[in-house]
């Protein structure tokens, strides 16, 4: 271990300097305030806007620590963008150029959940994947999943790491899942004929030696859930891209229960114990079909009685059949103790699932854990078989005991406060409340109840702002002067509207909708007579979208949420951000409306701790979409008036960067004329 390592500021000048960059104000105090994290173990929320160079002020006193310390530093991210950037180019120009003053290069490296690499043993003829009913009818199905899984046979012979997000194009799930296993197939490498060479393991090994490990939330949220340990050792965790963290647990949390997942179970239970037992649980399975077919799409307030007999045959069936299977004998060889392991980690999910669904509706409103929701789709192009899912109403209680309980852990945005608060996202995180910073605007109510056991937690909220002078660069432009949006689709006012916005600006423009149909019906009214060439999602993947985009300034983008977070365009081919509506959840989203629901039987508000706060999060996340480099102008455009004249408009323009604002359409389109004839 050194003895003393340079200060601070000298790694991080060395490190800007290395990356091309100039020292910023913002990433100082950041970087500082990091390292004081680290020091004290109390957790920091850090909101860092667009061009501080967040990444470099966490990574700095995190590589720091981990040489000073000789421990394993974990960093997060929701995207995999920001996983590329910083393996691809943050991480390599940080450490060769802090080699010298650490007197050794810092190592990192990248570790993924085990079904994202290719598992060997499943290549060379371990247990193929059960395909699912649909597919064994689908013969097209199966002939392209023939090809894909070719393919990947002859990515396995070149791949050195072996990790799916480094094949393009990808393949699909189905094909996927022939040549890899999830972390409780897997027969684990002294058992495994191939677990020398394996890929997951090689990652794994490699993570555990290394002074910086980057992975993903969901990674982060299956090591917290205790179901297995799966990242190395260590004692600070940098969450990036910290306003996706509820979302991307709650999704690693949800379970769900199909009809076909219980064929797969049956199948691969059949294989090792006598008949009529995993008959006994088919026939369970075939029972939930007939169920599931006559159930509403949508949330379950209630269980059903036959289905509630169902799930509890489900749950005894997949019991029974797990103790006939019993432990392994030993001398078993291989395959066969992979057939056992594939069928034990199928009988679980399904065992699992079905004791979930069973008690989440034992506990009234106000105390209820998890929400029970049924997907479907039977009329359309791409039919899903009925699904039952379940998934937590909160992960404050399970980050706060197993993320903040047991790492000192900095949460890092663009968007950490909202109304001008951190106190939403930290009630979301599990993070006490009263020690925030910032003061809350007007219209924010929260939920009634905080954490009862939060005494031990401590933690700062902190923004060290943005390089962007907001007021002189952008405008915030209500349309207040339109009806409030509509059930129906975009009324033909809020297509004018678009229409000459888009116009002024002569392309240029972003559309943020609210929902698909919508962007298809701005896009295909707009192409009548316009000028500039509109493109939406969907016809095209989004990635060469917003190629096409970026590359031609009299061109719009018009899509829905995943354009709302992804898309950096700095530059003149983007001056106008429109959204058409306060993007609050749909009010038949089984989640967000259980969340509301549990907070009012509290006695809180949910329309404003649920509903504007999830719009609160994607607007500013929308608005974040405008100014991406110093010189770039422009206007972020709402065209839901509600933003100007509701009561809780105030909350969500408090959300919003600090941009000059008009509600004037003239001055507006003025200003956008300008930037265009200025723009050439
Ligand atoms: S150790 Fe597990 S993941 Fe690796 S090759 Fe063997 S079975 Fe596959």
Same mark, same amino acid.
């Given at each position: 271990m050194?003895?003393?390592?340079p200060?601070? @500021?000298?790694l ?7 990356v091309?960059g ?7 105090t950041?970087?500082e305030?990091v ?8 957790h920091?929320?850090?909101?860092? +806007? ?11 006193p995190a590589?720091?620590h981990?040489?000073?310390?000789g421990?394993?530093?974990?960093i ?5 963008? &920001?996983?590329r950037?910083?393996? /691809?180019?943050?991480?390599p ?10 007197k050794?290069?810092p190592s $990192?490296?990248?570790l993924k959940?085990r079904?994202?690499?290719l598992?060997?043993h ?9 395909p /699912?009913d ?6 097209f199905?199966i002939? =392209?999943?023939?090809r ?9 012979s070149d791949t050195e ?11 699909s ?12 197939e ?15 393991? =090689?990652?794994?090994?490699?993570a555990?030696? #290394?002074?910086v490990?980057?992975?993903n939330?969901?990674l982060l949220a299956?090591d917290?859930l ?8 260590h /004692?600070?965790?940098?969450v990036?891209?910290a306003? *996706?963290?509820v979302?991307r647990v709650?999704?690693?949390a949800? +379970?769900?229960?199909?009809?076909a997942?219980?064929?797969v ?15 006994r ?16 799409v949508g ?8 289905l509630k %007999?169902?799930l ?6 997949a019991?029974h059949c ?9 001398g078993t060889?291989a ?6 392991? !594939?069928?034990l980690?199928?009988l679980?999910?399904?065992? *699992?699932?079905?004791?979930?669904v ?6 009234d409103t106000a ?7 049924v997907?479907g789709?039977?009329g359309? !192009?791409?039919? @899903?078989?009925p699904?039952l @899912?379940?998934a ?12 903040f309980?047991?790492?000192?852990t ?5 968007t950490l ?9 930290a009630?979301q995180w599990? &993070? ?7 003061a809350?605007?007007e219209?924010a ?10 005494g031990?937690?401590h933690w700062?909220?902190m923004?060290v702002?943005?390089?962007?002078d907001?007021?002189k660069s ?5 349309a207040?002067?339109l ?7 975009l009324?033909p006012?809020y297509?004018d ?9 002569g ?5 943020l909708?609210s929902?698909?149909?919508?962007a298809k !019906?701005a896009?295909? !009214?707009?192409?009548?007579g316009a000028a500039?060439?509109i493109?939406?999602q +969907?016809e ?5 979208l917003?190629?096409?985009?970026a590359?031609?300034?009299a061109t719009?983008?018009?899509g829905t949420?995943?354009l709302?977070?992804?898309? /950096? ?6 001056s ?12 038949d ?6 969340r509301q ?5 509290r ?5 404003l701790t649920v509903a ?8 500013a996340?929308?608005?974040g979409?405008l100014?991406?480099s110093?010189d770039?102008r422009?206007? %972020?455009?709402v065209l *839901?008036?509600r933003l100007?004249?509701?009561?809780y408009? +105030?909350?969500l323009?408090?959300?919003?960067p600090? $941009?000059?604002s008009t509600?004037d359409?003239?001055?507006?389109r003025? #200003?956008l ?5 200025a723009?050439?």
């Amino acid at each position: 271990m050194p003895d003393s390592l340079p200060p601070l @500021r000298e790694l991080l000048a060395t490190a800007v300097a290395a990356v091309g960059g100039a020292e910023r104000p913002g990433q100082t105090t950041m970087a500082e305030a990091v390292q004081d994290a680290i020091r004290t173990g109390d957790h920091l929320a850090v909101q860092a +806007g667009t061009g501080t160079g967040k990444s470099l002020a966490y990574l700095v006193p995190a590589i720091r620590h981990a040489v000073e310390k000789g421990t394993t530093v974990v960093i997060s991210t929701a995207t995999i963008a &920001l996983q590329r950037q910083l393996v /691809d180019r943050d991480l390599p120009r940080v450490a060769k150029a802090l080699a010298k003053p650490l007197k050794r290069t810092p190592s $990192f490296a990248i570790l993924k959940g085990r079904r994202n690499y290719l598992c060997l043993h499943k290549l060379d003829g371990g247990p193929a994947d059960d395909p /699912d009913d649909q597919a064994l009818f689908d013969p097209f199905a199966i002939s =392209r999943m023939g090809r894909e899984v070719t393919r990947l046979r002859e990515w396995a012979s070149d791949t050195e790491a072996g990790d799916r997000d480094e094949l393009v194009p990808g393949v699909s799930e189905q094909a996927w899942r022939q040549v890899s296993v999830s972390a409780r197939e897997c027969l684990g490498v002294s058992r495994c004929p191939v677990g020398t060479d394996c890929f997951a393991e =090689r990652a794994r090994a490699e993570a555990g030696r #290394a002074d910086v490990v980057v992975t993903n939330h969901a990674l982060l949220a299956i090591d917290a859930l205790g179901t297995a340990q799966v990242l190395p050792e260590h /004692d600070v965790v940098v969450v990036d891209e910290a306003h *996706d963290l509820v979302d991307r647990v709650t999704s690693a949390a949800t +379970g769900e229960l199909s009809a076909a997942a219980v064929a797969v179970a049956a199948r691969r239970t059949g294989r090792l114990v006598e008949e009529d037992l995993a008959d006994r649980l088919a026939e369970a399975g075939d029972g939930l079909a007939m169920l599931l077919e006559d159930v509403a799409v949508g949330r379950l307030d209630a269980l059903p009685e036959p289905l509630k %007999v169902t799930l509890t045959a489900l749950r005894d069936a997949a019991q029974h059949c797990t103790t006939a299977i019993g432990p392994e004998k030993r001398g078993t060889e291989a395959d066969e103790a992979s057939q056992r392991k !594939q069928a034990l980690a199928a009988l679980e999910d399904v065992h *699992d699932t079905a004791v979930r669904v069973l008690e989440a509706f034992e506990a009234d409103t106000a105390h209820q854990r998890d929400v029970v929701w049924v997907t479907g789709d039977f009329g359309s !192009q791409n039919p @899903r078989p009925p699904t039952l @899912r379940v998934a937590p109403l909160n992960v404050a209680g399970l980050l706060r005991e197993k993320l903040f309980g047991e790492h000192t852990t900095v949460l890092t945005s663009a968007t950490l406060t909202l109304g001008g608060s951190f106190d939403a996202l930290a009630r979301q995180w599990g &993070l006490p409340v009263r020690q925030s910073s910032g003061a809350r605007a007007e219209g924010a109510a929260l939920d009634k109840e905080p954490p009862s056991d939060d005494g031990a937690v401590h933690w700062t909220g902190m923004d060290v702002g943005s390089p962007f002078d907001h007021g002189k660069s952008g405008i915030l432009y209500v349309a207040k002067h339109l009806p409030p949006p509509g059930r129906d689709g975009l009324p033909p006012a809020y297509l004018d509207e678009l229409r000459e916005l888009v116009e002024a600006a002569g392309g240029r423009t972003l559309g943020l909708f609210s929902s698909m149909r919508a962007a298809k !019906q701005a896009a295909a !009214q707009l192409r009548e007579g316009a000028a500039s060439e509109i493109l939406c999602q +969907g016809e095209d993947s989004t990635s060469l979208l917003v190629k096409k985009f970026a590359e031609n300034p009299a061109t719009c983008l018009f899509g829905t949420l995943s354009l709302w977070q992804g898309v /950096d365009v700095p530059g003149p081919s983007l001056s106008l951000v429109v959204m058409d509506r306060i993007p609050f959840p749909r009010p038949d989203d089984p989640l967000a409306s259980a969340r509301q629901r549990a907070v009012e039987a509290r006695g809180g508000n949910g329309f404003l701790t649920v509903a504007a706060t999830h719009a609160a999060l994607l607007l500013a996340q929308g608005a974040g979409r405008l100014l991406r480099s110093m010189d770039d102008r422009g206007v %972020v455009a709402v065209l *839901d008036p509600r933003l100007a004249t509701a009561r809780y408009g +105030g909350f969500l323009r408090a959300s919003l960067p600090p $941009f000059w604002s008009t509600t004037d359409p003239a001055v507006v389109r003025g #200003a956008l004329s300008r930037l265009a004839a200025a723009a050439g």
